[in-house]
């Protein structure tokens, strides 16, 4: 009999001002990494409060996702995998983050050639992604047709 797949359910939020997105740096295994705001969904946590929850933790700021990019399956390696629920916010001027979780050493307002330079030092290729897919839907002037969060039931938690 076969395992059963199970991958980790992760939330993260594309949040953009001015022509540059908000990341967060973290130090893994001695290696500074940045991300989007982002984490796993805790347990009796709807995907759209486990997003705001890593928002406030990550950057100190609170805010509420606006729509969503996309949902990204990811195989970090053979036996790691994700599901990613990739939020968006878009606000008018940038605001100075201060992340709450020790885990989180810095933030950063970058724009994508900025963020595209880091390389490897990027947690995922899901950052660029996401990003790119935000602005692709920016680009054709859906924005505010982003997929609605009324398409996440919720009223089960």
Known sequence: MTERYKP?????CVIYSQGKFLLVEERIDGAVKFNQPAG?????????DGCAREIVEETGLELTPQALVGIYQFRASANLAFVRYTFCIELTKQQ???PRDNAITDT???SLAEIIALGSQLRSPLVV???EDFLQQADKNLL???TPLS???VDYF
């Open 96 to 98: 100075h983050a201060k």
């Open 40 to 48: 796993h969904l805790e347990p009796n946590e709807s995907i759209i």
């Open 108 to 110: 950063h307002w970058l």
């Open 8 to 12: 980790n359910t992760t939330v993260a």
């Open 144 to 146: 505010p047709q982003h």
């Open 151 to 153: 398409l996440f039931n």
């Open 129 to 131: 992604k996401s990003i």
